[in-house]
């Protein structure tokens, strides 16, 4: 890929020959077409891991997705060990379609390979994993809730044109989920290499960095000149 003179073409086949090793990497079947999705945080309640479970038969069979899935377990948290054990039983029920690993785990790889982040989070004052994911050039399904309504925006298309970073949905059951992720899945099978590069573009732009506007913070104090009144004896 590095041999690839046109700046689209390079960044589109150097996200699938990563793809490609992910999937051999992750005993996946082998396949660039398929739309790969990533979903590691801590496995807990809040990150929506069970809205996953709930819906994975029509993720995996009805809409033919590839999922990396796991993460951490806080000790103690039985409802995310509850959940952990539920993740991998998805190994044995969509075989080449699912990894899941459970524990603390590199996230470089997967972003920087995957089509889609997952985050349909019950609440997220903030949120940084999304943003992560967005300057890997993921674009990321999210629920609209605290930081994530903030930062993800609808993916619109008009022409060539295209605005947004992902797909949100707002009620927090199976159904909702479920639905973006056909938005998101009929986005990549309707739209071509330049159209994709066009909204991973977006999505690494979006990022909001804190140095930023911490320049700008410092740019402006130094800027005040300090004026001190001349005391008339």
């Given amino acids: 890929p590095e041999k690839i003179r046109s700046k689209i073409r390079k960044a589109n086949v150097t996200r699938m020959r990563n793809k490609l090793l992910l999937q051999t990497q992750r005993g996946l079947k082998i396949n660039p077409d398929k739309i790969l999705f990533s979903m590691i945080h801590r496995v807990s309640e809040q990150k929506g891991f069970h809205l996953l479970l709930e819906a994975s038969e029509g993720i995996f069979k009805s809409l033919g997705f590839q999922g990396i899935i796991g993460g951490p377990v806080a000790p103690g948290d039985k409802i995310g060990e509850e959940i952990a054990n539920g993740l991998m039983t998805l190994n044995d029920y969509y075989r080449g379609s699912v990894s899941v690993s459970i524990g603390f785990q590199d996230i470089s790889a997967p972003l920087l390979a995957s089509d889609i982040f997952l985050m349909p989070s019950l609440y997220e004052p903030g949120g940084i994993s999304q943003l992560e994911a967005l300057s890997c050039g993921c674009l990321v399904v999210a629920r609209a809730t605290g930081g994530l309504r903030d930062t993800i925006h609808p993916i619109r298309m008009k022409g060539y044109i295209v605005d947004g970073n992902g ?31 066009r909204a991973r573009q977006n999505a690494i732009k979006s990022v909001y960095y804190w ?23």
């Fill in 167 to 197: 797909f949100l949905f707002t009620d927090y059951n199976p159904h909702s989920f479920f639905e973006a992720m056909q938005r998101a899945l009929s986005f990549f099978k309707s739209s071509d290499e330049n159209i994709q590069h």
């Fill in 211 to 233: 140095d930023e506007s911490a320049k700008k913070y410092i740019d402006t104090i130094y800027s005040f000149k300090e004026i001190t009144p001349v005391l008339q004896e």
